[in-house]
Nanobody
Framework: VQLQASGGGLVQPGGSLRLSCGAS????????MGWFRQAPGKERDFVGF???????YYADSVRGRFTISRDDAKNTVYLQMNSLKPEDTAVYYC????????????????WGQGTQVTVSS
């Protein structure tokens, strides 16, 4: 089982990016998924969560700017990021949440390789 986040890159402040989280080896249509990010020298922080039924929760810092969606037919979860700020710069990760608090990294498994997002002019 492997998750792979992709779609990162360099973008100017105010710009947009869409990250994708694809899975191989398992179907995640019945799972809840989360996005986290980690900046250099900092802890891994919760970004957003989507349940198997489509319910979403977001960190206060991204609410209203980021949107999580899922396409179970493609076994993929997306993170649409708009109005990006320099403080959004980090490596972004996706993972599966079997149970536990949706905002806690310890509740997640199958962490994939992250994708770098850099917001800079």
């Amino acid at each position: 089982v492997q998750l792979q986040a992709s779609g990162g890159g360099l973008v100017q402040p105010g710009g947009s990016l869409r990250l994708s989280c694809g899975a191989s080896g398992r179907t995640f249509s019945s799972d809840s998924m989360g996005w986290f990010r980690q900046a250099p020298g900092k802890e891994r922080d919760f970004v957003g969560f989507i349940s198997w039924s489509g319910t979403t929760y977001y960190a206060d810092s991204v609410r209203g700017r980021f949107t999580i969606s899922r396409d179970d037919a493609k076994n993929t979860v997306y993170l649409q990021m708009n109005s990006l700020k320099p403080e959004d710069t980090a490596v972004y990760y996706c993972a599966v949440r079997p149970s536990g608090r949706y905002y806690a990294p310890s509740s997640y498994e199958y962490w994939g390789q992250g994708t770098q997002v850099t917001v800079s002019s």
